[in-house]
């Protein structure tokens, strides 16, 4: 009974198992870019602690390249993680790479809360 029912439905079957293998694959994907992120995050700020400038400025640099891809859930964590860190009062620590990618983040959450607001606004006069 099983075998006539998958010859059968072979064709249906084999692509109702390769749609959910790649829906396995994809969201283990973001998983893995997700933590892949944070150890980059935690490197970059391990290594600026303990006076490696020239490896810090390195991953600073792949941070910067990776701010409009992020998601804003990992934006806030970036924004979270780095403000224990620094001085938030401090209106130009630019030696200090953690505050400069403090600010960094702090700019692109600003200016991604400024389309969100949009957005909002725009739902709430189509009503």
Do not use: C
Not at 55 to 82: S, V
């Amino acid at each position: 009974m099983f075998t006539s029912l998958f010859r059968s439905h072979r064709t249906s079957l084999l692509f109702a198992l390769i749609l959910v293998i790649s829906s396995v694959l994809v969201v283990r994907q973001f998983g893995l870019n997700r933590e892949r992120h944070v150890e980059l995050r935690e490197a970059f700020i391990l290594l600026e602690v303990k006076g490696y400038r020239n490896e810090a400025q390195r991953l600073y640099q792949r941070l910067l390249g990776e701010l409009p891809t992020l998601t804003n859930r990992q934006l806030l964590d970036d924004f979270q993680r780095t403000i224990t860190l620094v001085n938030p009062l401090a209106t130009n620590d630019t030696e200090n790479l953690i505050w400069k990618y403090h600010w960094t983040v702090s700019n692109e959450f600003e200016r991604r809360s400024d389309k969100t607001l949009e957005r909002a606004l725009k739902m709430a006069e189509e009503h």
